[in-house]
């Protein structure tokens, strides 16, 4: 079989089997609701300045019905497949793009279909059981939420409300600012860039990296009980800063040494004072090694 006749072949079985078009638009509100369900597939949504809703893209075989309707400020785009059909088969994919306006408060459920937003500056809850969920923030709260996803938030450090949760995901934002809750059971937190008031992290098995600016009388939490913290404060520094671990060392690039917490147990602790001390910075590990450092 030659190259030609293996690419053709590859590229049939990717795409969805007797897929249907789709391509649709309502009226909305400029600053109305949309809820979107979608069982696997892809669901990508993004603001306009068209007070209208619309949605193009393709259906899987075996969708029962697509549903696209307005009850007063409230649009519902809905891929419903054939019942008994398990969703993450190619025949149920349905791949579909909203186009909603931009001040729009979004409500996206997938169970296997990834999740992307982009240009949105309304609230957005997001929830996906094995979908990736990539998002830019602007000054409206985000939630997202995953079983076996990673979520990635992208903001411009205007203040926010975010709470991200992934039970074996990973989760990413940069360039966030306001007050943060990120929690995870087994997957890496990485926060990069942005100003925060508040900032909480917490996952039980894996690492944890924090780099951004903590202000004068802004809460940092983090704990992990397996994973190396790594914490970097950019700017001024003016913060009441405890630090635990069972087992594990700590670094600090301010000054002060740890201590160990007894002579006959493996527990090491820090607590110090930098600037005037109106914030707070705690950090607790049960397994794993914690740097402190400053830029």
């Not at 993004?46 to 029962?64: F, K, Q, Y």
Request: hydrophobic share 35%; glycine share 10%.
């Amino acid at each position: 079989m030659n190259r030609l006749v293996l690419l053709t072949t590859a590229l049939l079985l990717a795409a969805p089997v007797n897929a249907e078009e789709i391509n649709e638009t309502l009226d909305a509100s400029a600053d109305g609701n949309v809820e979107i369900y979608n069982t696997s597939g892809s669901v990508t949504v993004e603001g306009w300045s068209r007070n209208a809703v619309e949605v193009t893209g393709t259906l899987g075989e075996e969708v029962e019905e697509f549903i696209f309707e307005r009850d007063d400020d409230t649009v519902v785009v809905k891929v419903k497949p054939i019942e008994g059909k398990s969703s993450g088969r190619r025949s149920t994919s349905s791949h579909i793009t909203v186009r909603v306006p931009q001040q729009s408060h979004i409500d996206v459920a997938t169970i296997a279909a990834d999740i992307n937003v982009d240009d949105l500056q309304g609230e957005q809850e997001l929830q996906s059981v094995s979908g990736q969920i990539e998002t830019e923030a602007f000054a409206a709260e985000i939630e997202a939420e995953t079983v076996s996803g990673d979520i990635d938030v992208v903001g411009n450090t205007d203040d926010i409300e975010v709470e991200l949760v992934s039970v074996s995901g990973s989760i990413s934002v940069r360039d966030l600012s306001g007050t943060i809750d990120l929690e995870t059971v087994t997957g890496r937190l990485s926060v990069a860039g942005g100003s925060f008031s508040e900032a909480g992290l917490n996952t039980v098995n894996g690492r944890v990296e924090f780099r951004s600016n903590l202000r004068k009388d802004g809460d940092l939490d983090v704990e992990t009980v397996n994973g190396r913290i790594s914490v970097t404060l950019l700017g001024e520094v003016s913060a009441e800063i405890d630090i635990n671990t069972f087992n594990g060392r700590i670094k600090n690039c301010f000054g002060p040494k740890p201590e160990k917490t007894s002579k006959y147990a493996p527990g090491w602790e820090l607590r110090f004072t930098e600037g005037n001390g109106e914030g707070s910075v705690n950090i607790e590990s049960l397994n794993g090694p914690v740097t402190l450092c400053k830029e």
